[in-house]
């Protein structure tokens, strides 16, 4: 890791980082479609996903599964992409692509589990422009922080605004 990957920076151009975020999408889905389990859903989750909303320009890619097709959804994923540097837990498991432009993420979550939260995140900001507002101005206040500091205080906000 080098030094600016442990800062939270902002894309300097959100519409050129969304409509690129979109284009993979397109491509990576086609692709888990024919790799998943059949009843697996697909989404486009994350800043890029939500209107208006400012990002580091990655795409976030949520794949839900029923519980009983967790392990295999897990073991096909794993087979195309590097875990995360989250640790897999019961009901989720992550992937990254570093190669990929952008920076590809992809939240392997159970259906009904603890972890399937990341469509719900999404569905709130994109209907409440005050918490898009705040969301947004949380970003700001750490452009060029520390991604650890962003992270804690995204995990803060993301709690808060499931919890309404």
Do not use: W
């Not at 875990?83 to 992937?95: I, K, L, T, V």
Request: hydrophobic content about 45%; aromatic content about 8%.
């Amino acid at each position: 890791m080098d030094a600016d990957d442990a800062l939270f920076r902002l894309a300097p151009d959100h519409y050129r980082a969304r409509a690129d975020a979109e284009q993979l999408y397109r491509s990576v889905s086609q692709r888990l479609i024919r790799l998943l389990p059949t009843g697996s859903e697909i989404m486009h989750v994350g800043a890029t996903a939500i209107a208006n909303c400012l990002t580091k320009g990655d795409l976030d890619i949520m794949v839900r599964v029923d519980p009983n097709e967790f392990a295999e959804a897990e073991q096909a994923l794993a087979s195309l992409f590097a875990r995360s540097r989250s640790d897999p837990a019961d009901g989720f498991a992550g992937f990254e692509d570093a190669s990929a432009s952008p920076h590809l993420g992809i939240q392997l979550v159970a259906r009904g589990g603890a972890f399937d939260m990341f469509e719900k995140f999404r569905d709130r900001l994109n209907a409440s422009p005050a918490l898009l507002r705040e969301y947004n101005a949380l970003k700001r206040d750490h452009d060029g922080a520390a991604m650890e500091a962003y992270r804690s205080a995204k995990d803060r906000f993301i709690a808060r605004t499931l919890r309404y």
